[in-house]
């Protein structure tokens, strides 16, 4: 898909083109290459799938966002692209408050919104994140560029040693996590939608830590479309406590908690997350 200005966004898509259209705001160092995950789902549950590249990551060409909000724009081409009217709006970890800004800029276009595992704004508690995800996120959220760089650098083992990047990210994660990421298949798809984030450099990562660090430019007060948001009560990348802000912000909004559940293993929940979109 182009711009107007000619510069290209690259977007995944699973399902039939004729289905209920859901475009999904992939996590922070990830990709549209995520929509592996949702391929199943899509045909089962009659939804057209939709995962765009945000700006400098994957195959999308970078522009320069000054705030969160910027991002809607290219939600708004993607949905042109395909003849959308309007859509479903699912964010999944970094990628919730992108979403969130869609329902509340584009709301006329955003029939529900479902947010997953979602970060907060900065200064939300961080009770309960685990001490090296805390440590890198508050760097990164200082030094963004040096946060898109350190986590390139982690895509460069990734590329060279798929094994041994599995064993560094996983290291703080709680158990239910680490099986979730090396069911048969998932690490592979892990490690593929990481390597690709960054191959066009670290800069569109950068990008992100940068406007996610930053006032977000709208109000989650604002949103009025009908909102679910899931999060896993193991959850240790992203606290619980995160999910219920965001709950008791978003007016209307329905808090679903998943005590079973990590950040990655609630994913496995897709079904029943996503049940309620169906076509």
Not at 74 to 80: E, I, K, T
Not at 153 to 167: E, I, K, N, Q, V
Not at 220 to 249: K, Q
Not at 255 to 275: D, E, K, V, W, Y
Request: charged share 15%; aromatic share 6%.
């Amino acid at each position: 898909m182009r711009r107007a200005d000619g510069s290209v966004i690259a977007c995944a898509a699973a399902g039939q083109p004729a289905a209920a259209p859901l475009l999904v705001c992939h996590g922070l160092a990830d990709s549209r290459l995520s929509v592996s995950g949702l391929a199943g789902l899509a045909d089962e549950l009659g939804l057209h799938v939709m995962i765009p590249d945000r700006p400098g990551t994957g195959g999308t060409d970078l522009r320069y966002l000054r705030q969160v909000a910027d991002w809607t724009d290219d939600a708004a081409v993607v949905l042109d692209a395909v003849g959308a009217g309007s859509a479903a709006l699912l964010g999944i970890s970094g990628g919730g408050p992108f979403a969130a800004a869609c329902a509340a800029r584009l709301a006329g276009r955003v029939s529900s919104l479902t947010l997953i595992s979602p970060l907060g704004a900065r200064g939300w508690p961080n009770r309960g994140m685990a001490p090296g995800e805390r440590a890198s996120l508050a760097l990164a959220r200082q030094v963004p560029a040096f946060g898109g760089w350190f986590l390139g650098g982690l895509a460069a083992l990734a590329d060279r040693s798929p094994r041994l990047f599995m064993r560094v990210v996983t290291t703080e994660l709680p158990a239910v996590d680490r099986a979730a990421l090396y069911e048969p298949g998932m690490s592979e798809e892990f490690v593929a939608g990481y390597v690709e984030a960054f191959r066009r450099g670290s800069g569109g990562v950068a990008q992100d830590l940068r406007v996610l660090a930053r006032p977000w430019g709208f109000d989650l007060g604002s949103i009025g479309a009908p909102t679910d948001v899931h999060h896993g009560g193991a959850d240790n990348t992203v606290p619980p406590r995160h999910a219920r802000l965001y709950a008791e912000a978003i007016p209307g909004a329905r808090l679903h908690l998943h005590p079973q559940h990590g950040h990655f293993s609630i994913l496995n929940a897709a079904r029943q997350m996503l049940a309620p979109l169906a076509s």
